[in-house]
């Protein structure tokens, strides 16, 4: 593998990509959270793929391991898990590159086609979660701040989501629970929340204005 891409993206960027056995061996220190499906990961500086895509693929294994008796357990568990995995890039053609990476990944797993429903649902969503974006800045453009979808699995083919700004999110670090009565602090507040959606009604959404953050 190619850590440096050119010596003007390192000079302006400080883009290196970190080797595969580096990134096992950084896995491997929060094993059980990476064989974890619903374990969130959010990589600030996400590249091609180089810590998504492993933790993906590990997630895939424990759905296998979990679901794979289950074609339905199986297809909306991987994505459930798919929906786990966020990244920042500052640069587009690595953000295209990391989902494009991932959803080759999730399609090999499950055997799809791209006019699937599962595809295009899984596509959807990685033009949430991964986004180019600044992460020191924690937004798209000036005065735009990056939001991100949380998703969770509601079972029988279900699906949630809530949006949150990043930069509300970071804010726990410094929340303390006697800030606020019954979780009303605006870290709880989703700044858009979404009725109930199925794997179909995801693929649906799935055109060309869910790249907005390419």
Not at 67 to 84: I, N, P, T, V
Not at 172 to 185: I, N, V
Request: net charge negative; hydrophobic share 40%.
């Amino acid at each position: 593998m190619n850590l440096v891409k050119s010596k003007q993206r390192v000079a302006d960027h400080g883009e290196v990509f970190t080797p595969p056995w580096l990134v096992q061996a950084m896995l491997d220190l929060v094993k059980d959270e990476t064989e974890r499906i619903d374990a969130r990961f959010l990589e600030p500086a996400c590249g091609s793929g180089n810590f998504l895509v492993p933790i993906l693929q590990r997630k895939l294994a424990a759905v296998e391991q979990k679901y794979g008796k289950s074609e339905f357990d199986r297809q909306h568990f991987a994505l459930y898990g798919l929906m786990c995995a966020y990244g920042i890039e500052l640069l587009p053609d690595n953000a295209a590159e990391c989902r494009a990476n991932m959803l080759a990944v999730f399609a090999e797993y499950l055997q799809l086609e791209e006019g699937d429903d599962l595809y295009r649902a899984a596509a959807h969503v990685l033009a949430h979660n991964i986004v180019r974006g600044d992460a020191v800045s924690m937004q798209v453009a000036p005065n735009v701040p990056i939001t991100f979808a949380e998703w969770g699995y509601l079972g029988k083919g279900r699906y949630m989501r809530r949006d949150f700004r990043l930069d509300v999110l970071t804010g726990t670090s410094a929340f303390s629970p006697e800030d606020s009565l019954f979780g009303k602090h605006d870290i709880f507040t989703p700044v858009q929340t979404y009725p109930p959606m199925s794997m179909r009604e995801l693929a649906a959404a799935s055109t060309p204005t869910t790249t907005e953050h390419a």
